[in-house]
């Protein structure tokens, strides 16, 4: 089981939602990097693709705490947790019952949740431009520098400075848009949120102790 790489885009792009919309379009990310401690909300992602008249959705809930704790949770059509502590990384597959546990900062750092971590530049890793406004919100895109990044484009949509609609588009033609919901930055959040007990009864593939 691997941790997606567009997950990892999901957990960057939640963290620039802020109580404003700076001006300038590296500097407005920058900004909202530094605009709170606690994230959570909900959120609603459909993946299409081009080459089918299909499409996938799937709802949830998702917690971040700064410097580096976060809770991504899938409630349908399946059940998945994808948990850090800052030190570990659960990955929970309720259907098949199965844990996977990584070491979080290897699995972050080469992420662009590092940037989070402030341990990366978005001027390294992007070309930010703003667009126009549509349907009431404020939008950036942000085009990776290198082709090696999995994915063409991120646009992000803000309103009232906090994130509201993202769209990814990857090198295979396929399409996730997300929209978030009761978006907070005042709600506290309890660092038990983001520990994870393995149920009785689940495979366990614990690749920290291969290191």
């Given at each position: ?5 567009l ?19 590296q500097?407005?990310l ?17 993946i ?11 709802t949830g809930e998702?917690?971040?705490?700064k410097?580096n ?6 409630s349908?059509p399946?059940?998945?947790q994808?948990?850090s502590?800052?030190?570990?990384l ?22 662009p949740?590092?940037i989070?971590?402030?341990s ?23 085009t990776?520098?290198?082709?090696t ?18 769209v990814?588009?990857?090198n295979f033609?396929?399409?996730?848009r ?6 907070s ?6 660092d ?9 009864g689940?495979?366990v ?7």
């Amino acid at each position: 089981m691997k941790i997606s790489h567009l997950f990892l885009c999901f957990l960057f792009l939640l963290s620039v939602a802020a109580p404003s919309f700076a001006t300038s379009s590296q500097d407005s990310l920058e900004n909202h990097l530094q605009g709170y401690k606690n994230l959570s909300g909900q959120f609603t992602q459909i993946i299409s693709s081009e080459n089918s008249s299909h499409s996938q959705s799937s709802t949830g809930e998702f917690w971040i705490k700064k410097p580096n704790q976060f809770r991504w949770h899938y409630s349908t059509p399946y059940i998945q947790q994808i948990i850090s502590n800052g030190v570990s990384l659960w990955v929970y597959d309720e259907d098949l019952e199965q844990v996977t546990i990584k070491d979080a900062s290897q699995s972050i750092d080469s992420s662009p949740l590092a940037i989070i971590l402030g341990s990366a530049k978005l001027d390294k890793l992007f070309n930010i431009t703003q667009l126009g406004d549509s349907d009431d919100l404020q939008w950036l895109s942000l085009t990776p520098l290198e082709e090696t990044s999995g994915f063409e484009f991120i646009n992000v949509g803000f309103k009232n400075g906090l994130l509201t609609r993202m769209v990814l588009q990857d090198n295979f033609g396929q399409t996730t848009r997300l929209l978030f919901t009761d978006v907070s930055v005042q709600i506290p959040i309890a660092d038990n949120k983001f520990e994870f007990i393995v149920p009785e009864g689940a495979d366990v593939f614990d690749e920290t102790a291969e290191q």
